[in-house]
Every structure is written in C-alpha cells, then in structure tokens.
C-alpha cells in the first residue's frame, strides 16, 4: 500500500471514529443541544499538517458523510459545504504563518465559527424549522467553546498522524 492510500486510510478512519464519538458519545454531555465537532478538528487538524486538495477533499467528505450519518435532520450538503470552507480557511492559514499551539487554537476558533455559521445560516434559509436567527449568535458560540476546549487533545495527535503519512508537507 503507498503513503498516499495509507494517509486516505488513516484520515478516513479518522473521520469515521470522530463521527461515531461525536453522534454516540457527545449527546450525552451537550450544552443546549450543541455538541463539539470532532469531524471539524479531524479537517483541521488535515489542513494545518498536509497540502490543501487533500485537506478540501476530506472536508467535502467528512462534511458529507457528518450529513447523512443518523440522527440527521437537515437538508444534505450543509456540513459538506461548512467543513470544506474550514478546510479552505485552516490550509491558508498553514501557507501563512508556522502552525504554532497559539495558531493552531486560533485557527479552530475562526475554522468552527465560520463552519458553525455558515451550517446555521443555511439552515435559516433553508427554513431549516430547527434553526432561528435568534439562535444563531447561541449555537455559534456554544460551538466554538467546545471545539476550542477539545483543540489541546484532538489536534496534536492527529498532526502527528498526518505528519508522519506525508513527511515532505509537515516540514515545510
């Protein structure tokens, strides 16, 4: 098997085991029905180690598989559309600036709260009967507390992870 099957492996995987935590587990300890994005730390995580189509990629499809997985009741191609934009932002992020601890906490913030947002503002006008505009400000929030408090444990394993798959991208 190549490094570059093995690191789709490895990241699918990843995406799989942070989707069945974040829809088994994490419901039990939701604040006001919000839970955190494991799948988003998972893209993040890609974006900030590996080069960007990769990163794209696995966001479209952690967004996709995160929309049809159950107990979904949203219009599919919400979280596919959000998770990819956050790709997109956490991999210019990574051209910019060394991804140090602060950097990286930093780019989970701006990752979960465009994500978040912009999966919300879909839903409100999509007349999405869940989402309202004076929820909005609420659930972002909430979101990007519990991905920001997950950043110290989720992230640096999984950079390691993809570092290591794809050595030439991690130190560059």
Not at 36 to 51: F, I, K, M
Not at 53 to 73: I, K, N, Q, S
Request: aromatic content about 8%; hydrophobic content about 65%.
């Amino acid at each position: 098997m190549s490094l570059g099957s093995l690191r789709w492996v490895a990241a699918l995987g990843a995406v799989l085991v942070a989707l069945v935590v974040q829809v088994s587990l994490f419901p039990h300890v939701a604040w006001h029905g919000i839970v955190p994005n494991l799948c988003l730390l998972v893209v993040v995580a890609a974006a900030l180690t590996v080069e960007a189509p990769f990163a794209l990629v696995l966001g479209f499809t952690a967004g996709l598989v995160l929309d049809l997985a159950p107990p979904a009741d949203h219009v599919a191609g919400r979280w596919a559309l959000a998770l990819t934009v956050a790709a997109f932002l956490a991999a210019r992020v990574r051209q910019d600036v060394k991804p140090t601890a602060l950097a990286v906490v930093g780019t989970v913030a701006a990752a979960s709260f465009a994500a978040t947002s912009l999966f919300a503002l879909s839903g409100v006008l999509l007349s999405d009967p869940a989402m309202s505009v004076t929820g909005l400000l609420e659930v972002v929030l909430i979101a990007v507390v519990w991905d920001v408090l997950l950043t110290p444990f989720v992230l640096p394993p999984l950079m390691r992870l993809f570092a290591r798959l794809h050595p030439q991208w991690a130190a560059s």
